[in-house]
C-alpha cells in the first residue's frame, strides 16, 4: 500500500502580506498629514471664518445661507475624511450620505437639513480632520527639525569652527556629527510616533462602532425591502391588470361578437346559430381557464406548452376577423418576450375587431437584431 506524499504546508502569506504594506502605509500617512498640514490650514481657516460670519450676520439673515453653505462644506469635508480613512487604513466604513428629504417641499429640505446639522457622525469625521491637519502640522516641524539636523551632521565638512545652532548658543564642529545624528533620529522618531498616533486616534473617533448607525442601516434596509415590496406588488397588478386586457378580453369580444352573430340567424338559419352558440360556449370556458390562470399568476400556458407559433395560430382562429399568420422564428424566444409578442398581437387584434371594419389581418412575426 502507497501512500501519496504529502503537500507542502500553505505559506503564511496574509502576514507576510501584511507586513509589507505597514511600511507602504506608514509613508502614505507621513504625506498625507504633511499635505493636510499645507492645505488642511486653509480650509479650516475658511471653515472657522464661515462660522463666525454666519452668526455675525444671522441677524439680517444673510448668516443664515452662511451658516447652511457651512453644513454642506462640513459634510463633504467630513465625507472626503472617511473615504481617505478608508483608502489609507482599510477600515471599510460606509460612506457618509445626506439625511434623506421624507417631506415634499421646502419643509421637508429644511427638516433633512437640521437634521443633518446634527449627524454625529459627520461632526466626528470633522474632528478627526481638524486634528490631522494640526498633526499634519506637526509633521511639518519635525520635517523641518530634521533636515536641519541632517545638514548640522555635516558641518565638519564645510567648516572647522564652532557651529551656531541658530539660538543664542555654539558647539564646536567636532560635536556636529553627534548632535545632528541624534536630531536626526529623534525626528525620525517623532515622524513615525505622530503618524501611529494617527491611526490610533483615527479608530478611536471614526471607527468606533456606533450603535445608532446600526440602527439607522438596519431602518435603512427595512425601508428598501418594504419599497421593493410595494414595488413589487404594483408590478404585479399592472401585470394582472394588462392580462386581463389583453388576453381574457379580447376573448369575451370574441365571445360577445359570435353570440351577436347567433342572435342574427337564429330564425333564418338555426343550425348555424347553434354552431355559433357552441362556439361562443367554448370560448368561454377557455376565457374561464384563463381567469384561473391569471389567479394562480399563470397567464398564456399556451406559449409554454405549445410555443409562440402555435398560441398565435390559436389567438387568430379565435378572431373575429379573418387572420393571415405569417410566422418565421428561428427556435424560442424568451419566455418573456414571447408572452409581450402574444399580448401585443392579441390586443391589436381585439382593436381591429371592435373598431375597424377590416375584412382581413395581416400579422407578420420576425426576429431581428
Known sequence: MTTAPSSPPPLATAPVAAAARTPVRLFLTILE??????????????????????????????????????????????WFEIARLNGLYGFDLPALRWRAVDRPGFGGWLLALWRQAYNGRMWRAMANFAIACALG????????WF??????????????????????????????????GAGAAAGIVGIIGVALLHRVISRGIVATPDRNLDLSEQVRTTSAQRAGAVRAADVERTRIERDLHDGVQPRL???G??????????????EAAKALIAEAH????????????????IHASVLDDRGLDAALSALAGRSPVPVVLDVRLDGRCSRDAEAAVYFTIAESLTNAAKHSRASECRVVVRVRD
Open 137 to 144: 502640522s506637526l509633521v511639518l516641524r519635525l520635517m523641518a
Open 33 to 78: 498629514l504633511a499635505a493636510l498640514g499645507v492645505v488642511g490650514s486653509g480650509v479650516m481657516g475658511i471653515l472657522g471664518g464661515g462660522l463666525g460670519l454666519g452668526f455675525g450676520l444671522s441677524f439680517i439673515g444673510v448668516g443664515l445661507l452662511v451658516l447652511v453653505g457651512l453644513v454642506y462644506a462640513v459634510f463633504g469635508v467630513a
Open 282 to 297: 367554448t370560448s368561454t370556458k377557455a376565457a374561464i381557464t384563463e381567469l384561473r390562470q391569471l389567479a394562480r399568476g
Open 257 to 270: 361578437m359570435t353570440l351577436g352573430m347567433a342572435q342574427q340567424k337564429i330564425d333564418s338559419d338555426p
Open 147 to 180: 533636515g536641519w539636523s541632517a545638514v548640522t551632521a555635516f558641518a565638519p565638512l564645510f567648516t572647522s569652527g564652532e557651529v551656531d545652532t541658530g539660538w543664542g548658543t555654539r558647539y564646536p564642529s567636532a560635536w556636529a556629527p553627534l548632535i545632528g
Open 253 to 255: 369580444v370574441s365571445v
